[in-house]
């Protein structure tokens, strides 16, 4: 008894709990607990956000590290569907059958990655990176009312993000490279999902929290600042420099819509607002740098 005692007393504080109630999976019928983050009681201390509003926290030193990026994704631990919580048992009976029938790619793409990974386990960053390729691919399953490719973007996004995380603490697997490869996606997704927007393709009603972090939402302005950042993030992959202008010229476009609408408010917060600023400035800078570098050598070169 005592034993017992004690082991109790040497446990660490959850971070997370399983929800009594299981879930079936719409695809495969398996049932399953999920994973939740507990909320309050100093579990979350805030830390800053970064050029890309992801938000950081410090770990705290009863509960340790905690990543609320982890959990929003739930993914059926026996055919690897997974789509944010609020969409889990939302798919149309009609995309049933092609869901079904992908679960052995998805269960390969993730195994090549990271190897085996059970969903049933408590979650690490392995989980979280693997919940978002999930979700960008199950996403497919899901018509516009469910504004997938804004999903898509956003899952990307924190893809790139936890790749980031796992490749600091292992530097020398892959996953820069993965890293890399989801910022260009997440861009590519963003770039899309303003082009469906304007032709009234895909609006954003399917969706209540843009994100891109779950501990705010900065709606359609977010996008446009984020197009811009994800544009100076993905250059190096474009050689030829008078694409790079181009590009750069496009997303000073497109950040300068988040001046002309007047004052800072709930929806626009002032922090997002200098960001965009400082971004349009930084683009500009660039462009100038990149026109001096093609002058000197277009000079420099043999007559
Ligand atoms: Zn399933």
Redesign the pocket.
């Known amino acids: 008894m005592d034993q017992e005692m004690d082991q109790e007393n040497d446990k660490k504080p959850l971070v997370t709990f399983y929800l009594k109630n299981t879930i079936t ?1 719409p ?4 049932e399953f607990k999920r994973e939740e983050m507990m909320t309050g009681r100093g579990r979350l201390i805030t830390k800053g956000i970064t050029k890309e509003l992801r938000r950081y926290y410090e770990p705290s030193k009863v509960y340790g590290k905690v990543n609320p990026l982890l959990y929003p994704v739930t993914v ?1 631990p ?4 997974g789509v944010l919580h609020e969409d889990f048992d939302k798919i149309k009976p009609q995309n049933v059958a092609n869901a079904k029938a992908a ?1 052995e790619k998805r269960l390969a793409v993730i195994n090549r990655i990271f190897g085996t990974l059970d969903f049933r386990q408590t979650r690490e960053l392995k989980h979280g990176a693997a919940s978002y390729i999930l979700a960008i691919d199950c996403y497919d399953y899901f018509d516009k009312w469910a504004s997938p490719t804004m999903k898509k973007a956003i899952c990307s996004i924190r893809a790139a993000w936890l790749f980031n995380d796992l490749e600091m603490e292992n530097p020398l697997d892959d996953y820069g490279n993965m890293q890399n490869h989801f910022y260009k996606k997440a861009h590519d997704f963003y770039k899309v999902v303003l082009i469906k927007q304007e032709r009234g393709e895909e609006s954003f009603d399917g969706i209540k929290h843009m994100g891109p972090d779950t501990d705010f939402n900065y709606g359609y302005d977010g996008i446009l600042y984020l197009v811009g950042v994800l544009a100076m993030r993905n250059s190096y992959l474009e050689k030829d420099k008078l694409k790079v202008i181009e590009d750069f010229t496009n997303a000073k476009k497109i950040v300068s819509k988040m001046f002309g609408l007047g004052k800072a408010s709930k929806e626009k917060p002032s922090l997002l607002l200098d960001m965009a600023r400082e971004l349009y400035d930084e683009l500009s800078e660039k462009i100038e740098e990149i026109k001096v570098t093609m002058a000197g050598q277009e000079t420099s070169s043999p007559q």
């Open positions: 999976c695809v495969c019928g398996m059926c026996r055919c690897y569907f679960s």
